[in-house]
């Protein structure tokens, strides 16, 4: 218990001292997973071992920080911490994004330098060992695009307010010079710029691989100022945002451990039936994803709703054995 303790003081103090503006006692509490009392107590620790702690006032509230940051005692990385960092880069670089893959590793090698050599010493014969017995399954799909060229461009627009130009091309379409307030960047199976119509207002999505030409331009353009981007990935089933439905899935008994354990959607609801099956039901855009999902579970699933979810699994269908027939031909 009492090492329990130390461990969520500690933790405390990282977290205080990572924060620019300090933490509130309900922050404390709740990023703590403790109770207001006891987050008290946590922060009363905290400014009795590190003096350099200090009260803020942001009324109606009061904050507490570290200003200067820790020490690298107190802030040397776990074994577990670094095997997941690797991990991260090591992902990136597998699914084709070396730039992000490169920007982690860098962190990783500055992590290490700022650690003592006796801790690095410690770590280093069980880290190679994870590192080596742990890999990333890649899984077939499209290979992302995140150029540094293009990420630079469009977070130097973000941070400054400004316009982003771009020559947007898609298949099938005339390459078209586009205006838009950017709001932020999905990353994915594809990655996607996500951006305010300067007209409209409009949210669009544009894919980073099909922009070209991009630049921040002159004057001001922010996001809508009710606009989450987190809200907005949510709506989806995959990445590709249209019209939102009610979707109703109907699970037989045989598939209906793994679907319970499914992550299907935020917003989904898994019903039990007398049968042994399953009810899956969620709000969300993305048809043509979701039916592509769809094929993977064979004959266990049954669409219940949208109709429109039906009538893209049978077009998908109907392409499939096309294809298959020219084969046989």
């Known amino acids: 218990m009492r090492h329990n303790k130390a461990a969520l003081v500690l933790e ?15 922050e404390m509490s709740r990023e703590s997973g403790v109770g207001r009392r006891s987050a008290e107590r946590l922060r009363d620790a905290v400014l009795a071992l590190f003096p350099q702690a200090e009260e803020v006032s942001d009324p109606p509230t009061k904050r507490w920080r570290i200003r200067g940051g820790l020490s690298a005692f107190e802030q040397a990385p ?8 690797a991990r991260a880069a090591q992902g990136l670089r597998a699914t084709g994004e070396p730039g992000r893959a490169a920007a982690l590793e860098g962190l990783e090698r500055k992590l290490k330098s700022a650690m003592r050599s006796t801790t690095l010493n410690r770590l280093a014969p069980d880290l190679e060992a994870l590192v080596r017995a742990e890999t990333i399954a890649v899984q077939a799909g499209p290979r992302p695009s995140a150029d540094e060229a293009v990420l630079a461009e469009i977070r130097q627009a973000i941070l400054a307010g400004r316009p982003l130009g771009f020559i947007y091309s898609r298949p099938g379409a005339e390459a078209r010079s586009r205006s838009v307030a950017p709001c932020g960047v999905m990353f994915g199976r594809a990655n996607y710029l996500v951006a305010a119509d300067r007209e409209s207002g409009r949210i669009q999505t544009f894919r980073l691989d099909r922009m070209s030409a991009v630049r921040a331009e002159d004057g001001v353009a922010a996001p809508p100022a009710d606009f989450d981007l987190q809200a907005f990935a949510s709506q989806s089933f995959g990445i590709y945002q249209d019209e939102i439905e009610d979707v109703t899935l109907r699970v037989t008994p045989e598939g209906a451990a793994e679907a319970r354990a499914w992550r299907w959607h935020p917003t989904q609801a898994v019903e039990d039936r007398p049968d042994g099956g399953v009810d899956v039901r969620f709000r969300a855009s993305g048809m043509r994803e979701l039916a592509w999902h769809l094929f993977s579970w064979g004959d266990q699933v049954e669409i219940v709703a949208p109709e429109r979810l039906k009538a893209v699994m049978r077009d998908a269908l109907k392409a499939a054995q096309d294809a298959l027939d020219r084969t046989q031909a």
């Not at 405390?12 to 309900?26: K, N, V, W, Y």
Request: aromatic share 0%; charged share 30%; glycine share 4%.
């Open 12 to 26: 405390l103090a990282r977290r205080m001292a990572a924060s620019a503006e300090g933490l509130t006692l309900d």
């Open 78 to 85: 776990t074994t577990e911490e670094l095997v997941e960092l």
